[in-house]
């Protein structure tokens, strides 16, 4: 099954929570959408990671952090998921 939309704003919701990666919900992706979401989730995680926030803001830094934490987490079960199935990414 192919993407549903942009792969990046895919990415982006999985940064904000709308979103999550499991090992069943990966299993109707192709191995070249896996790849596209391994790339996109990279791309998203150095534009979120290149924001500036103020550090007096304790919201701001507490909303980038989880987001982060959830590209990580996104891309965490996708790399163990494509090492199980011997997909390379």
Do not use: W
């Amino acid at each position: 099954m192919t993407i549903s939309g942009s792969p990046k704003v895919f990415s982006y919701d999985i940064a904000e929570g709308f979103h999550y990666l499991t090992r069943v919900s990966l299993r109707k992706y192709t191995p070249a959408d896996l790849r596209t979401i391994s790339k996109n989730l990279d791309i998203v995680q150095r534009e979120i990671r290149g924001e500036r926030v103020d550090l007096e803001d304790i919201l701001a830094i507490k909303h980038k952090n989880m987001r982060i934490q959830r590209i990580n987490q996104a891309l965490m079960v996708l790399h163990s998921y494509c090492k199980q199935r011997k997909i390379p990414l």
